[in-house]
């Protein structure tokens, strides 16, 4: 009880998580990975959730289309890049900060990720 009056752990309700902003991004650094993957079809970046609740994400860049992108309890999902830049945003629309905030998460990768096979 401690710890939910200093605000220092996360609420999970219908399928949302609350809580401050340093926390949930510990907990998102600590159940995502996320890569960008090539092959013949073309490129993708490969988010996995190694977590028991579903996430829902929005990516934010040039070349990915802003669509909701769902990925299940321990499972990945891969979404297209469409020679997308190396910096994007994820929102993630089930982790709240606050009642009118989402966190928002940035990832960059080196050109050199572009290539890999």
Not at 65 to 93: H, K, M, S
Request: proline share 5%.
């Amino acid at each position: 009880m401690d710890a939910i009056r200093a605000r220092g752990t996360v609420a999970w309700f219908n399928g949302m998580l609350w809580g401050r902003e340093e926390i949930l991004s510990k907990l998102v650094k600590s159940i995502v990975s996320i890569r960008r993957t090539c092959d013949d079809t073309g490129a993708f970046l490969c988010i996995v959730n190694r977590g028991p609740v579903a996430l829902k994400a929005i990516l934010q860049s040039e070349g990915i289309p802003d669509r909701p992108v769902e990925i299940g309890p321990y499972q990945e999902a891969l979404v297209g890049l469409n020679g997308a830049a190396d910096t994007f945003t994820v929102r993630w629309e089930n982790l709240w900060k606050n009642p009118k905030e989402n966190l928002q998460t940035t990832y960059t990768f080196s050109p050199a990720a572009r290539s890999e096979k």
